[in-house]
């Protein structure tokens, strides 16, 4: 998975953010401006597909530097294992920085490359480990570069050391991913609570208020406009209730969504990807079975 510098990501969000609002402000002028009529989406549909325009490319571009932050912590206990077993036959910790980078790290390769690299300029260990963590942008990572620098300042018995800072890394590693199998499955909860809110919604506007308006009609059509039982709801558009149906589930769809990979992944951000899905599941449903039934 490649990397995504921050600049990137940042520049990703604006060009999103742009074209949304031109797809939103697109649809409210030619709603109120020009009067467009017959349109294919009314004002606020328009608005909705700005927001899933918006959504799209931030989305994609999260998940992408999320796989590849997670490669890099999966690959941090492996390399703190081979340092600590060169240095059994005697090599240096820098030596074994070096000769680790020869190595296959999937994403920490080129990082720790670049610090090997920075050492070979004259850097400081402590210099090059506080760079390496700034640009692998993880947790794990920053603790292990404050750690790796803490046994090359007390210096000693480095390889013991390595071996049990191998262990506690790979310790916090492994609480990580529990936490996460553990927290995953309550995105599900919202994909489920989602799918339910929806479903009633379509249901009760394709078999009770439709029905209800057909026999209202029906009624006061035989009675001559006069008054009849359906008094109470007289007056309700049934376009309104749709509408009004429509922006609920798209409100469950944000929020929901953004719940979800907070409380699955513990970033907010992790969210976006969510919230696109449940957005176009929300949209899609609503234009093939309320709006086009």
């Not at 803490?150 to 890394?169: F, P, Y």
């Not at 609920?248 to 992944?265: D, N, P, T």
């Amino acid at each position: 998975m490649p990397k995504i510098d921050p600049k990137e990501k940042k520049l990703v969000g604006i060009v999103a953010v742009v074209l949304g609002l031109l797809v939103a402000i697109l649809g409210i002028v030619a709603a109120f401006v020009l009067h467009f009529e017959n349109m294919a989406f009314t004002w606020d549909q328009m608005i909705i597909l700005g927001m899933i325009v918006g959504f799209f490319p931030p989305a994609i571009v999260e998940w992408m530097d999320l796989r590849w932050q997670r490669g890099i912590d999966r690959n941090i206990p492996r390399l703190l294992r081979e340092i600590a077993e060169s240095g059994q036959t005697g090599l240096t910790l820098i030596r074994a920085i070096e000769v680790s980078a020869d190595r296959d790290y999937g994403p920490l390769t080129p990082e720790l490359k670049q610090l090997v690299a920075q050492l070979s300029w004259g850097n400081s260990l402590e210099d090059s480990l506080r760079s390496f963590a700034k640009r692998a942008r993880t947790k794990l990572a920053q603790r292990t570069a404050d750690l790796i620098a803490e046994v090359a300042r007390s210096g000693g018995d480095t390889q013991s050391i390595m071996e049990q800072l191998n262990k506690h890394i790979g310790e916090l590693n492994t609480i990580d991913r529990e936490r996460y199998a553990q927290m995953r499955p309550y995105a599900a909860v919202v994909y489920i609570a989602f799918g339910v809110f929806l479903f009633t919604d379509v249901m009760l506007i394709r078999s009770f208020f439709d029905q209800i308006m057909q026999l209202q009609q029906s009624v006061l059509a035989t009675s001559g406009g006069g008054g009849s039982i359906f008094g109470g709801i007289a007056g309700v558009n049934l376009e309104t209730l749709k509408t009004i149906m429509f922006h609920a589930v798209i409100v469950q769809a944000l929020f929901g969504g953004l719940i979800a990979g907070k409380m699955s992944e513990a970033r907010l951000g992790a969210g976006l990807k969510h919230t696109l899905i449940l957005l176009v599941i929300g949209f899609a449903t609503f234009v093939i079975f309320v709006w086009s039934a």
